[in-house]
């Protein structure tokens, strides 16, 4: 059998990381694992149970108490609840990369999410894959778009499910959140020097899922 791998997908908001990597995950027959939902998760839980974002204590504490479960459907659970569409509101894009931010959230993260990538077969998105989640993964992507073609794409996306959306505050919150994460301390969000970068700017979703499974094709030889 041929061996199975990692693949690492990176990258700024709305880069279209997710929906890309879903489909090479399918077209592998492997593990999609979305690592943003699981800072979602725990921003969602923390203004839920009102606690001060500004007290790291605390979040590690809503961390630790929370029973956090991603199923094969892509839904998310926190102690049995299904808080799928509650993890994308505004309220949590808003102070999610606030949360991201501490060293303590990060680690304990990051050791789940290497439990997760232990066995291969995955394909992982995030910010901090390919420099720190699984830095010997074999293939390293870092997906970029302009500012612009990103907000439209989330923009298009929120009318599409029904959600208010406001296209300049949209772009405002992505370029701010892009800023934090790229800024933070622990584990910035920056391309390392392994990552073949993807610009998708006038790339449509198929020609992004292609041009990546080129590259797991090279790889494999
Ligand atoms: O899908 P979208 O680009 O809006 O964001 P996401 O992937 O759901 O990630 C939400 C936030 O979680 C990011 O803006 C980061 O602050 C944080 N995050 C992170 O710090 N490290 C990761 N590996 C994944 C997400
Ligand atoms: O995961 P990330 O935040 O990087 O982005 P996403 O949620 O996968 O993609 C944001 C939106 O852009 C989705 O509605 C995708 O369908 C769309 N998209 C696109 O229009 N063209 C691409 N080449 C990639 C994504």
Redesign the pocket.
């Known amino acids: 059998m041929v061996k199975e791998i990692a693949v690492a997908i990176d990258?700024p908001?709305?880069?279209?990381?997710?929906?890309?990597a879903k489909q090479v995950a399918k077209e592998l027959g492997y593990t999609y694992i979305d690592t943003?939902a699981m800072y979602r998760s725990i921003t969602f839980a923390a203004l839920e149970s009102k606690a001060d974002l500004n007290n790291e204590e605390k979040l590690l504490d809503v961390l630790h108490q929370m029973d956090l479960e991603m199923n094969e459907k892509l839904q998310v659970f926190i102690n049995g609840r299904d808080v799928t569409n509650e993890i994308r509101s505004e309220e949590v894009s808003r102070n999610v990369s606030k949360v991201a931010s501490y060293a303590s959230i990060r680690k304990e993260m990051v050791r789940r999410q290497q439990l997760m990538a232990k066995k291969r077969g995955v394909v992982m998105?995030g910010r901090d894959i390919g420099t720190h989640v699984i830095p010997d993964a074999e293939v390293k992507i870092f997906?970029i778009a302009s500012a612009d073609e990103r907000a439209k794409?989330?923009h298009?996306?929120n009318k599409e499910k029904g959600f208010p959306s406001d296209f300049n505050q949209l772009k405002k919150e992505i370029e701010e959140r892009d800023r934090l994460d790229m800024e933070r301390e622990v584990s910035p969000l920056k391309k390392g020097d392994d990552a073949i970068e993807l610009d998708?700017t006038s790339?449509?979703?198929r020609e992004?899922v292609e041009e990546i499974m080129q590259i797991i094709k090279r790889y494999k030889g």
Do not use: P, Q
């Not at 908001?13 to 890309?20: D, F, L």
């Open positions: 990258g908001a709305a880069a279209g990381k997710s929906t890309v943003g998105d997906m794409r989330r298009k996306e998708t790339l449509s979703i992004v």
